[in-house]
């Protein structure tokens, strides 16, 4: 199925979120190399969320591909 212009936008835009939401859960861990203890758990925990919302968005990208999701025109 071919999307149209609107859907193929709205794709893009939540790939490239979910895309910047991954590298900015790849840069944390470089950014707390002092952390310790339970600052260590806390910054885990917000690395965690971050990749599960990238893979909620992607999922997100894959049912606008599909065509379960669409842009509706603005009123």
Known sequence: MSLDKPNQELRR???????????????????????????VTTV??????LYEDADRLAALADEVKAGRIARAKAE
């Open 44 to 49: 885990l925990k917000l690395i965690a969320k």
């Open 13 to 39: 835009e939540l790939k490239d979120i979910a895309s910047g939401l991954e590298q900015a859960a790849s840069k944390v861990p470089s950014l707390t190399k002092g952390c310790q203890g339970e600052e």
